[in-house]
């Protein structure tokens, strides 16, 4: 099987304590209101100069719709960037450091991403980003929370070093038919989870399927420290459940010199 890595541009948490979910009372803050802050901290992580380095530490299963287990993997990546963009390499497999005939095909894969990456412009540079904030809602905006999604405010969440709100976002008619679960620091402005389901089928996604993403703060820059995936996909014409685990740690800050804004590619006439 070809080897899948999702990953992002999430404080692991512990038990989560929920408090009744309600309707928004007259006094309830306005959903969008509290979502501001935390949306625009994301916007300026996503677009600005600073990047950060981690390793990623993944977990990926795979089995039948009738529950038997296909396979079970670990991996570990070292993150870094080539050319502007994301560069995962694969440092150890099931456990153990790549060695011999491994660590030889895991060097040749990075070299062919440099020569590769030198030769991109900056359009296609851009689009490239554009398809990988897409996959880890980056792509989500303020803006499409207000026109297209009904948001609601749900309840609150005691985590550690918060009292959360949480806001529920459901699709009107016409929009993607994803539906987002959102805990937000109304102290900090900070967005700390968010759950995503899937209400229709998305290419080999089905519907139904969960993505859950959880963040930590450096200083007030917003890291994606978790990500989980909880999916039943298609996979060479048949339909498999897919359990992915993504743990971030071991951070490390550095400025870039540019930055490539990650416009939507435009259709050719």
């Known amino acids: 099987m070809a080897r899948t890595v999702l990953r992002p541009l999430l404080v692991v948490m512990t038990l989560l304590s929920f408090l009744p979910p309600h309707a928004r009372a007259q006094d309830d803050p306005d959903p969008l209101t509290l979502l501001r802050p935390p949306f625009e901290k994301l916007a300026r992580a996503a677009l600005g100069r600073t990047r950060f380095t981690y390793i990623d530490q993944t977990h990926t299963q795979t089995f039948t719709l009738k529950g038997k287990k296909l396979s079970d993997t670990s991996q570990i ?8 963009l994301q560069y995962s390499k694969l440092l150890a497999l099931d456990g153990y450091l790549l060695k011999g005939k491994e660590l030889a095909e895991e060097q040749k894969r990075y070299d062919d991403a440099v020569r590769q ?53 459901t699709p009107l008619p016409g929009a993607p038919q994803r539906e987002y ?17 899937l209400l229709e089928d998305e290419g080999k996604d089905l519907k139904g399927g969960i993505i859950s993403l959880m963040w930590t703060y ?52």
């Open 181 to 197: 679960r959102m805990w937000i620091d109304p102290a900090k402005g900070q967005m700390l989870r968010m759950n995503t389901t």
């Open 117 to 169: 990456r030198a030769a991109l412009d900056d359009a296609e540079r851009a689009r490239i980003l554009h398809i990988e904030m897409s996959r880890y809602n980056v792509s989500v905006t303020l803006s499409g929370l207000k026109v297209q999604y009904h948001n609601v405010i749900a309840g609150r969440a005691l985590l550690p070093f918060c009292d959360c709100i949480m806001i529920d976002s």
């Open 218 to 269: 450096i200083g007030d820059t917003p890291v994606v420290s978790h990500s989980h995936y909880d999916l039943d996909v298609l996979s060479d014409g048949k339909k498999v459940h897919v359990i992915v685990d993504h743990t971030y740690t071991k951070f490390r800050r550095f400025t870039v010199t540019s930055t490539i804004v990650p416009v939507a590619p435009v259709s050719k006439k």
């Open 77 to 84: 990546y070292e993150v870094t960037y080539i050319g502007g």
